[in-house]
């Protein structure tokens, strides 16, 4: 069986407009809806190696039927896949596959 490679680095600054991306980065900040909407959960991830954290490009990675996601917190590092679209300006990744990376000391 063929081992998988590892994706090459995603640079924030030059995403698709639309395709499969895969990247890793920290989560800048994270949103909850009221009890009154439908469930969503929002959090922004940048780039971990971001030269001013929290000024430079992001993504939003957004999950339907969410109100939370246990672990996933502004300063956590993640590795994330899925499909990017761009939704009201922002690069947009709906529901997408995550895996919470260990903190660096």
């Given at each position: ?63 339907l ?6 672990g ?24 997408p ?9």
């Open positions: 069986m063929a081992e998988r490679s590892a994706p090459a680095p995603l640079d924030f600054s030059r995403l698709p407009e639309r395709g499969q991306v895969a990247g890793e980065g920290t989560i800048r900040s994270v949103t909850f809806v009221a009890p009154s909407e439908t469930p969503r959960f929002t959090a922004m991830i940048e780039d971990g190696q971001a030269e001013r954290p929290g000024r430079g490009p992001a993504i939003r990675l957004l999950w039927g969410r109100r939370r996601i246990r996933i917190d502004a300063g956590t590092p993640v590795r994330f896949s899925g499909m990017l679209s761009t939704v009201d300006g922002e690069p947009t990744i709906y529901n596959r995550y895996e919470i990376l260990a903190k660096e000391d």
